[in-house]
């Protein structure tokens, strides 16, 4: 456990070491730079001094300068785009939000996806079989822009039910934190039911009713664990990416998350936030997909871990 | 099973730990909760060039002049009083004895000395406009040139020292800060209430983010000290800066108008998207919006809502050539031809695209320097829609019909709307002159990046002033200016401008500077489209929002009044 | 990231699409049911289809109301009651609802397919090479599939798109197709991930079944016994992952227009027509509800019936298939 562990953790680096140059070299390539405005040119040679400060005049010397410092100070340095801010600063204040909102957003998708998967795989066939499926599938065909759109124009501008564009209390979780669960939901929902569906006609579970336990016991005792196995190793990178921020519900509802500098630190090419975001989200995923494997075998003790065997 | 339950719990534990950590707390309401035009870029006055951090600034420093919302013309600030010299070359500034930093410390001529060489020795955006006093431009690029010769390695005893003794910016004593300009400014006492030229508190920045050039002696302030705790001498101080959150000012008590000061606190609230902030406005969230997306603000139009309001901006929206005899690619450019961009400018319909396309009160244009908002500068004509006119230029110049011409497209960014127009305009392109126009709509930093490198043949364009005098207009079309995309050259408009700024009497300063624009419209490197406006929401209770062409707020008069 | 369209991507391979390499219900499952779903699926799509490419002529050669881009300035925003420009009323610029739409579906739908084509080739391409070859081939490309899932999508999207369009524009000469191609690159390269795990978790398996070892042993070349032996086996996970993953391109397509960076305009998709309608129609001053409801209508009974039509796919293809666990 321990060696499969320290085997995992210790291809780390490399992976993120990848992700960095790759993110670096499609960054570098793009037009545009982050000191630019559109109307209006700076003085070229205010421009070349003011790249000198940022060590952004070359590639060569970007690459001399940031990854050093990120090894051995761990930080990633001033934002190019927003100055005064250096970018841990950005990613400090930024995450802690999206993990808040994402493990609220996780969390809600498992328990109703499990809850509606379960129900839905006991009714197979039936109206709430079929009414779930449907009822999961539209979730997840509509942009979650619209959904989260038409959330807030209803439950918070329409009806007041909730603040608008605050964030501050745990009840202005609540709207982001439901747009943000339904996509889980839908997948949590499904994977539940088929896995129910199987684990229900298993032999142990006519065995277990034919020892005369109550079907409630046996569903309870189980089959829970056994269709919860699927949904475990989805978790991984689901959180993983619901804990890093979602633009779309950032924007909508004016959270102050780190999913917007997924698409703002590109627009605004600030090239060190950038590589920050992409370090950041690329650890999350690494971790949670370890953790998930961790937790795989935990729940199920029957799975061994085996040093280079782990698909994360 | 227990485990599986135990997942659940884990992750609500985490979530209450996580609740803890992001900072859900409850605070004081603030007086006034208002939405900037965007969230500020730095709040460093030096390196400052956006229109909100500006905005904002103003709330926190004064310069030696301020902006008067009431007036339209710049107030004494830190400074009492000035004299002028007879050749209005020499400003002797004399400082208020009551003015002082937040920390209660006097305001100094030493401080505006050390801000201003600071932005000399580290140029931001507007460090030209520094410029206008004598010596500064040399020395800034002596500061340079240093700089560049250290790192290729020279001899640090072998490279020529830049002096900031020779700048025009002295510190006579304490009370008394002389400029030395270059030739007379007449709007160089509005520009000293301009961020770039805000004095700065050296004392108060930490160590470690200031430092001095061992040879050359130049300033580096390092970016980050512009956050809390700021010492800063306006009517406000910067209590708290959450990132892309909420920025709260404080009321400044040892300002020294501070009893005409009546907010305690203010909050700016960031808002990305115009219509969340739209929402947020309508449920009470924010009281005022100092810049309402347009979409929201058309809407606002037809509605007919009496707390939105449309005035005058500072700034046109157009249309420019690339002017060079060839294009990027080497071909030769019709657009060198002078009746060629003629014809295209008269045909269009501007009066369609402000009624159809850009629904809130925008003004067609037929002039660069919008209409009105210069005292005594009275605009010229430009050129009119007039699709016969147009046809017969084209052909004049060997296009009749738009037969033989080249293969064009018009550049413009994709987002805030720039595509409708664009799509309008090259169906009249298409359909008055017989020309295909291709679009090429690009992301905002793809279009500043082809721009700059002059690869377009029509591009969008606009401008906004930064002062109260026609030139903040008419120098970005000098032939030498950084900012003529264009490539247009002209001596002549050189030779007018130059004239005027030479000038000492204003009504005939004015007329050099009407000809040169005259020119500018006859010539046509541009077409103009519209003139901005701006677009303010704000509840009846805010008072003291003074509505005026730049959109500049003076934080002092702002009151909030409910019954 | 969730709820931005298609990261799901991002996920873990066989729970993507989820249930899908573990779909037991056709066990369970009345069979009126899963054909059921292919019929209402397939027959919407179909309808759909037919809708949109019969419409061409009118919409987007014609020069009629009909013709997506025919402004008409005293049309200006008409709801649909207001009647004269069709059914579903008119935008801002006058131009009619309907004809946009109808094109806006054909373009959705085209990138959804070519962007399904695009991970599909990728994909089983290099679920192939790595499942049959094993060894270092299969280390190399697993690990360069792992670090392509730790790198957040949408920044890669876009980073894609801003990055080569315009080289690629320059080498085209033609900025339009320069900004499809783009878009379709860059949503298709960062969907073929999943399809390389399956593929290579099924050529794993099939790999060790007699009659590929029957195929080596009679000295069958490597291109022949992939024609011949492995792709035929392939069809059914091919066939029922490209029908998933054409909704998620469909959707990431959307989500680009909402940053303002997926087609260009005039051109619409279904999701640049709902991200265009979404402050006209939510605001509470003067909403105008047709410019959201039927992009939206359209958009979600396509996806609807595509999942409906994968789903039930799924369960006709692999009657037996228990799970495509890797």
Redesign the interface.
């Known amino acids: 456990m321990g060696k499969f562990i320290l085997y995992r953790l210790a291809q780390f680096p490399l ?2 070491a ?2 960095y140059l ?2 670096f070299a ?2 570098w ?4 730079d982050p000191l630019d405005q559109p109307d209006r040119n700076i003085d070229p040679g205010t421009k070349q001094a003011l790249r000198q400060q940022f060590h952004a005049d070359s590639a060569v010397g970007f690459l001399a300068y940031y990854p050093w410092r990120l090894i051995t100070t761990g930080d990633f340095g001033p934002s190019m785009a927003n100055p005064d801010w250096s970018v841990n600063e950005i990613l400090l204040r930024s995450l802690p939000v999206s993990i808040t909102l ?1 493990l609220f ?1 996780i969390l809600l998708a498992t328990v109703i996806g499990v809850a509606v998967g379960t129900l839905a795989a006991l009714a ?2 039936g109206v709430f ?2 009414l779930s499926l ?1 009822l999961t ?2 979730g ?11 959330l807030l ?1 209803l439950f918070a ?2 009806l007041g039910w909730f603040g608008v564009g605050s964030w501050g209390s745990v009840r202005d979780l609540v709207l982001p934190g439901i ?6 939901m ?2 949590i929902a ?2 539940t ?3 129910m ?2 684990v229900l ?1 298993s032999d142990f579970v006519r065995t277990a009713r034919a020892k005369g336990l109550r079907r409630s016991a046996v569903i309870w005792r189980h089959c829970l664990r056994n269709a919860f196995l ?1 949904v475990l ?2 978790l ?3 959180m993983a ?2 804990m ?6 950032e924007k909508v509802f004016n959270v102050p998350g780190l ?1 917007q500098h ?2 703002n ?3 605004n090419r600030d090239r060190t936030l ?1 590589l920050g ?2 370090l950041v ?2 650890t999350m ?2 971790l949670f ?1 370890l953790l998930v494997d961790l937790a795989y075998a935990w729940v199920d003790p029957r799975i061994e871990m085996q040093v280079g065997g782990g ?2 | 099973m227990t485990r599986l339950v135990l997942i659940p719990l884990v992750l609500l534990l985490l979530l209450a730990g996580a609740l803890f950590w992001s900072g859900v707390t409850a605070e004081k309401p603030a007086d006034l909760r208002w939405i900037n035009a965007g969230d500020p870029k730095t709040l460093d006055p030096g390196s400052m060039s956006w229109g909100q951090d500006i905005r904002l600034a103003s709330a926190l420093w004064e310069g030696l002049y301020r902006f008067d919302s009431t007036s339209d013309q710049p107030q004494p600030g830190v400074a009492q009083s000035v004299d002028v010299s007879s050749d209005g070359c020499t400003y002797t500034f004399h400082l208020r004895p009551g003015a002082l930093w937040s920390n209660g410390d006097p305001v100094v001529a030493g401080d505006f000395v050390f801000a201003w060489k600071r932005v000399l020795d580290q140029p931001a955006g507007y460090t030209s406009l520094l410029f206008y006093i004598d010596g500064a431009q040399e020395y800034c690029q002596n500061v340079q040139l240093a700089q560049q010769q250290l790192r290729d390695g020279a001899d640090p005893s072998a490279i020529s020292q830049p002096q900031f003794s020779l700048v025009g910016i002295h510190a006579v004593d304490d009370a008394t800060l002389r400029v030395q300009l270059k030739h007379p400014v007449p709007y160089f006492l509005e520009l000293c209430s301009f961020a770039t030229f805000y004095p700065l508190h050296e004392r108060s920045i930490a160590p470690d983010l200031i430092s001095r050039h061992p040879v050359t002696g130049a300033i580096e302030i390092r970016q980050g000290f512009a956050k809390p705790p700021l010492v800063t001498n306006g009517p406000f101080t910067l209590s708290q800066w959450s990132y892309k959150q909420r920025i709260r000012l404080l009321k400044n008590p040892y300002y020294w108008g501070a009893s005409e000061v009546s907010l305690n606190i203010i909050d700016v609230i960031s808002a990305e998207d115009g ?1 969340a902030a ?1 929402q947020m406005y ?1 449920t009470g969230a924010v009281d005022w919006i100092a810049d309402v ?1 347009p ?2 603000a058309a ?2 139009v ?2 007919n ?1 009496d707390d939105f309001h449309v005035t005058t901006g500072f700034g046109t929206y157009y249309y420019e050539f690339l002017c060079d005899r060839t294009l990027p690619d080497g071909r030769a450019n019709p657009f060198f031809d002078p009746r060629v961009r003629q014809a295209f400018a008269r045909a269009i319909d501007k009066q ?1 695209i402000v009624s ?2 850009v629904l809130t009160g925008e003004k067609a244009s037929d002039t660069y320097i919008p209409r009105g908002i210069f005292a005594n500068y009275d605009s010229p004509r430009g050129l009119s829609y007039d699709v016969p006119r147009a046809r017969q230029l084209l052909e004049e110049a060997g296009y009749p019909g738009g037969q033989g011409f080249p293969k064009i ?1 018009l550049l413009y960014n ?2 805030a709307g720039h ?2 127009i664009a ?2 305009v090259r ?1 009249q392109w298409l359909d008055h002159l017989g020309v295909q126009v ?6 905002v ?2 279009f500043g990046a ?1 721009k700059e490198q002059k690869k377009f043949q029509i591009c969008r364009a606009s401008w906004i002033g930064d002062y109260s005098d026609p030139t903040t207009f008419s120098d970005k079309y000098l032939s030498f200016s950084q900012n003529n995309d264009a490539g247009w050259v002209n001596v002549e408009y050189d030779r007018l401008c130059a004239a005027a700024s030479l000038e000492q009497d204003v009504h005939r300063r004015m007329a050099l500077l009407e000809q040169a624009e005259q020119l500018l419209l006859d010539e046509a490197p541009l077409i103009p489209i519209y003139n901005y406006v701006n677009r303010v929401l704000r509840r009846p209770y805010v008072k003291g929002l003074q509505p005026n062409p730049r959109n500049q707020q003076d934080f002092r008069r702002l009151r909030i009044e409910k019954h | ?5 298609g ?2 991507t ?6 993507m699409v ?2 899908v390499g ?4 056709d ?4 069979r009126y ?1 899963r054909s059921g779903r292919v019929i209402i699926g397939g027959g919407f799509l179909l309808l759909m289809v037919l809708l949109c490419l019969g419409s061409l002529p009118w919409t987007l050669w014609g020069s009629g109301s009909l013709y997506y ?1 025919h ?1 008409d ?1 005293v049309r ?1 925003l008409l709801g649909p009651d207001d009647s004269i420009p069709g059914l579903m009323g008119s935008d ?2 006058g131009r009619s609802l309907l004809g946009r739409c109808l094109v806006g579906g054909t373009i959705s739908l085209f990138i959804g397919l070519s962007a399904a084509t695009i991970s599909v080739v990728l994909g089983v391409l290099v679920g192939l090479l790595a499942g049959y070859h094993g060894g270092w081939v299969d280390g190399l490309l697993m ?1 360069a599939v ?2 392509l ?4 999508y ?3 999207v ?10 690629l ?1 320059n080498l085209l000469g033609n ?1 339009m197709l320069a900004n499809l191609l783009v878009l379709l690159i860059a949503i298709g390269s960062v969907s073929w991930l999943t399809m390389a795990r399956v593929i290579r978790g099924q050529v794993l398996s099939l790999r060790a079944q007699p009659f590929i070892e029957a195929a080596q042993a009679a000295g069958l070349g490597e291109g022949r016994i992939f024609m011949r032996h492995l792709l035929p086996n392939l069809v059914g996970p091919i066939t029922v992952y490209a029908t998933l993953i054409v ?1 998620q391109a469909i ?1 990431q397509e ?2 680009l227009s ?4 997926g087609i ?3 051109l619409p998709t279904w ?1 640049s027509l ?2 265009d309608g ?3 129609a ?5 909403p105008d509800w047709w410019l ?1 409801l039927f992009p ?1 209508l359209l ?2 009974v396509t ?2 019936s595509l ?2 039509l994968g789903d039930g796919l799924r369960d006709l293809f692999d009657p037996k298939r ?1 799970s495509a666990k ?1």
């Open positions: 992976i993120l990848i992700i790759v993110t499609l960054v390539v793009a037009p545009g994402g957003a197979r066939g079989d079929w449907s599938l539209a997840i065909s509509l942009p979650s822009f619209v959904v989260a759109s038409l124009s501008v329409k747009a943000l669960s339904l996509l889980p839908a997948y499904r994977l039911r088929v896995a569906i199987d006609s699927p190793s989805y991984g990178p689901a990416i619901a890093t921020g979602s633009f779309v519900v999913g997924f698409v630190s590109v627009t950038i975001v992409v989200y690329g995923v690494l997909n698909n994360g | 219509f739209f309508e997306n979409e929201v809407k606002l037809r509605a809502r369609t159809n396309i497209t994709t987002n595509e409708a799509q309008y169906r291709a679009l090429e709509g690009v992301e930093k793809t082809l | 990231m969730m709820a931005d369209e990261n799901m991002t996920g873990k391979p066989d729970m989820a249930p573990q779909s037991v219900s066990r369970h499952s009345p049911l881009d402004q300035s200006s801002k610029l690990r792992d670090v899932f730790a790198l957040p949408v920044l890669m876009i980073l894609i798109k801003v990055g080569f369009e315009d080289h524009a900025q909704p959707l959307s989500f909402f940053l303002g960076i260009q305009p005039p999701g709902a991200a979404l402050l006209p939510l605001n509470s001053i003067s959201l939206c958009l979600a996806l609807l999942n409906f228990e890797i």
